[in-house]
């Protein structure tokens, strides 16, 4: 966050890299920027290559990344990540606006990772929906180049996702595709060694196995260990990140810097490595990670969700006082599917009828990917089901999202309460 006393950046740039430190400093409310600055200075650190390529993200679409600032009196530019420590290597943090050829860009970035395995590359859409340009990329190469031609790649892609009232070219990256081409099957849960279980180990090859990874953080700590678990395995998977947009500065999305290590820690578990999913942080506390945790059975509801509409959904569960009743868990990571830790919850909340959130459409998003799975795991733990999970989310649609700002609000408001009404079921 130091910057060279004859540089001159803008004002409000100054100001951002002031809160970057002082969050630092204070070690509480670290943000969406600062945990990406933070990924990428200790990988810097440890001596791998970062490369970043997309429209705008010197800046970042959103204003939030800053990595290249300009002097306001010559027109210098200063990139903070290549001088991370004294002696860094010359373009060891490349960061570069590429041109509005999601096809080239995205295919040129795909080569690259794959002809250098131990650098993170990453190409950024400028919004998730442009990712639909460079769709030859992902079909044909990115989700099946490794069943094709044994080749292997670790390229990133962030894709802003989220449903934020602007219409139907700006809200969707479109995750039901990527969750679509997953070769993974929702009817066979992995083999888990249960004493294996705090390891880390005890699923076996269950990533090794699947075409991709499809991730949506809803934590800045979790963004970070994602990105550092890429470059850290001893194989390479393609990661597919929905990216927020709202939560980049929303005042509750904030890790507090103790979650960015990598010593577990049950008090603070949540965002301590990376979390395939985050339990609730109401009812019995801490949170048992055990396969087999204290049942709390005063619960009727357990409301799945990905992405930042849990925190609409929070809210508002905290505004109605139904936090002993009503339990609210995030799949951080939904291919590979967290069959293990989803059984874990379920085992966890024995009298809670489970039901699946989100803001999508039910024709997009993530619940024809989740539906089957999270039946498998109702079966596994000797649950009735129906073939139909409970559904709280818009109705199916041709667009994405509607144009109207009211109609937006009026959407979003009738899914989080439907998702709370514990007397609320789909009349299938």
């Excluded at 590429?98 to 690259?112: A, I, R, T």
């Excluded at 550092?228 to 939560?247: A, C, D, T």
């Excluded at 929303?250 to 603070?268: A, I, R, T, W, Y």
């Excluded at 709390?296 to 508002?316: I, P």
Aim: glycine letters at 6%; one cysteine or more; a negative charge.
């Amino acid at each position: 966050t130091a910057l060279p006393e004859d540089f001159t950046p803008h004002r409000q740039i100054k100001k951002v890299y002031e809160q970057r430190r002082a969050m630092i400093e204070s070690g509480e409310e670290v943000d969406w920027a600062t945990a990406e600055a933070l990924a990428f200075a200790t990988l810097l650190s440890e001596g791998n290559h970062i490369r970043l390529s997309g429209q705008d993200v010197e800046r970042g679409t959103f204003s939030h990344r800053h990595a290249v600032l300009h002097d306001q009196n010559t027109g210098a530019k200063y990139v903070l990540l290549s001088h991370v420590f004294p002696g860094q290597k010359p373009f060891q943090f490349t960061v570069t606006n590429s041109s509005l050829s999601e096809y080239g860009v995205l295919g040129f970035e795909l080569g690259y990772s794959m002809e250098n395995p131990n650098s993170l590359v990453l190409w950024e859409a400028q919004f998730g929906d442009f990712a639909n340009t460079a769709q030859v990329i992902f079909d044909q190469f990115l989700t099946s180049g490794e069943a094709k031609w044994l080749r292997q790649s670790g390229l990133v892609c962030l894709l802003p996702h989220g449903y934020d009232g602007q219409g139907p070219e700006h809200s969707s990256a479109r995750m039901e595709r990527f969750l679509q081409m997953c070769d993974e099957n929702p009817y066979t849960l992995p083999e888990i060694d249960h004493k294996d279980w705090f390891t880390g180990s005890h699923l076996g090859t269950q990533i090794q196995a699947a075409n991709w990874q499809v991730v949506n953080c809803t934590t800045p700590a979790n963004y970070f260990h994602v990105l550092r678990r890429q470059i850290h395995r001893q194989f390479r998977k393609p990661l597919i990140v929905f990216s927020p947009k709202n939560l980049l500065r929303h005042p509750k999305c904030k890790s507090p810097l103790n979650e960015f290590d990598d010593v577990p820690d049950d008090q603070g578990i949540v965002g301590v490595r990376f979390k395939r999913l985050i339990m609730d942080d109401q009812g019995i506390m801490p949170k048992s990670r055990a396969p087999r945790p204290p049942q709390e059975d005063s619960f009727k509801r357990v409301v799945f969700c990905t992405g930042k509409v849990f925190y609409e959904l929070h809210a508002e569960r905290e505004r109605q006082g139904k936090q002993q009743e009503l339990a609210i868990v995030r799949l951080e990571q939904l291919a590979p599917f967290p069959f293990d830790l989803v059984c874990r919850e379920l085992y966890r909340y024995p009298n809670a009828e489970p039901i699946w959130c989100q803001e999508e459409p039910m024709n997009m998003g993530a619940y024809f990917h989740v539906q089957p799975r999270l039946e498998s795991c109702m079966r596994a733990e000797g649950r009735a089901t129906t073939g139909r999970v409970t559904y709280a989310g818009r109705a199916p649609s041709a667009s994405t999202a509607t144009g109207y700002a009211e109609v937006h609000a009026q959407e979003q408001a009738r899914l989080i309460e439907d998702a709370l009404n514990l007397e609320f079921a789909v009349p299938w």
